[in-house]
T-cell receptor, first 111, second 114 residues
Framework: RKEVEQDPGPFNVPEGATVAFNCTYS??????FFWYRQDCRKEPKLLMS???SGNEDGRFTAQLNRASQYISLLIRDSKLSDSATYLC????????????FGTGTRLLVSP | DTGVSQNPRHKITKRGQNVTFRCDPI?????LYWYRQTLGQGPEFLTY????????KSRLLSDRFSAERPKGSFSTLEIQRTEQGDSAMYLC????????????FGQGTRLTVV
């Protein structure tokens, strides 16, 4: 089993829609969590950290469910500019944190 | 620009040649990572440094791959006797631990082995 697993998509949604992505993780990648955004042929960029209490940043909400070992990202009022790949990231439970990436979920927002 | 810088941005090489990539992290960052990414996949961990110490190497990193960070600042990744399967985007990232856990990525070096 992969340490971090995501549905690769693509998720095709119209502008203004609400879309949610889930990501599951294994025990070995369960220390801290992040969502990164990656545009085509560009580097990944941090979108938001994921806290146990859940956190919100504008139209984006991230939640963590440790009991079921998944994290989620909710995007409200989708914009065309939200089209990208969203990477779920966990960190290894070793002495030195190491980022472990999922394969990414591709989002396409259409007019 | 004070972000992570990688050079070159693109590299085309013939199979069997050696290539070297450079990464300059954000100046105060003590941790530096190398990742490799192929189309449709998330970045795969290769190795990382805490200051000048190389702490972990992935099984993906065969003996043809070597990385250094001699003074705890910039890092180089060398691939010897390149193979077509080495074609990928090589990403460098840096972070400042323990203050921050998030990592910041450079724009990557895209390697094509022909």
């Amino acid at each position: 089993r992969k340490e971090v697993e995501q549905d690769p998509g693509p998720f095709n949604v119209p502008e203004g829609a609400t879309v949610a992505f889930n990501c599951t993780y294994s025990n070995s990648a369960s220390q801290s969590f992040f969502w990164y955004r990656q545009d085509c042929r560009k580097e990944p960029k941090l979108l938001m950290s994921v806290y146990s209490s859940g956190n919100e940043d504008g139209r984006f909400t991230a939640q963590l469910n440790r009991a079921s070992q998944y994290i989620s990202l909710l995007i409200r009022d989708s914009k065309l500019s939200d089209s990208a790949t969203y990477l779920c990231v966990g960190t290894r439970n070793t002495g030195f944190q190491k980022l472990v990436f999922g394969t990414g979920t591709r989002l396409l927002v259409s007019p | 620009d004070t972000g992570v810088s990688q050079n070159p941005r693109h590299k085309i090489t013939k199979r069997g040649q050696n290539v070297t990539f450079r990464c300059d992290p954000i100046s105060e960052h003590n941790r530096l990572y190398w990742y490799r990414q192929t189309l449709g996949q998330g970045p795969e961990f290769l190795t990382y440094f805490q200051n000048e110490a190389q702490l972990e190497k992935s099984r993906l990193l065969s003996d043809r791959f070597s990385a250094e960070r001699p003074k705890g600042s910039f890092s180089t990744l060398e691939i010897q006797r390149t193979e077509q399967g080495d074609s990928a985007m090589y990403l460098c990232a840096s972070s400042l631990v323990p203050r921050d856990t998030e990592a910041f990525f450079g724009q990557g070096t895209r390697l094509t082995v022909v």
